[in-house]
Nanobody, 122 residues
Framework: QVQLVESGGGLVQAGGSLRLSCAAS????????MGWYRQAPGKQRELVAV???????NYADSVKGRFTISRDNAKNTVYLQMNSLKPEDTAVYYC????????????????WGQGTQVTVSS
């Protein structure tokens, strides 16, 4: 199994910035993709940003131009730089990884972090 440990959430004023980090650990053979999702009260969980093994990225339309996802493959860590934050960005943010572990080398699992709260005040 893979464990995902998140950090960097908190309270920030509108227009401010936060940087989220997520480190994967375990008996990992490889991680094919990592990303960030968020869930606001009363809403479905939605994709915020994802980065795949070749470096390609995808972003939700609502965060394009404001958020940047990056990855350090040597550390199995993904980052989300969030700038120009808005109150509507308030949500629980979840780290996600798609990877392969030593015990089951022919199967890819979808792993999730515990979630970290991001609150943006007006």
């Amino acid at each position: 199994q893979v464990q995902l440990v998140e950090s960097g959430g908190g309270l920030v004023q509108a227009g401010g910035s936060l940087r989220l980090s997520c480190a994967a650990s375990g008996s990992i053979l490889r991680i094919d993709a990592m990303g960030w999702y968020r869930q606001a009260p009363g809403k479905q969980r939605e994709l915020v940003a994802v980065i795949i093994s070749d470096g390609g990225t995808n972003y939700a339309d609502s965060v394009k131009g404001r958020f940047t996802i990056s990855r350090d493959n040597a550390k199995n860590t993904v980052y989300l730089q969030m700038n120009s934050l808005k109150p509507e960005d308030t949500a629980v943010y979840y780290c996600n990884a798609l990877g392969v572990v030593v015990a089951t080398p022919n199967y890819r699992y979808d792993y999730w972090g515990q979630g970290t709260q991001v609150t943006v005040s007006s």
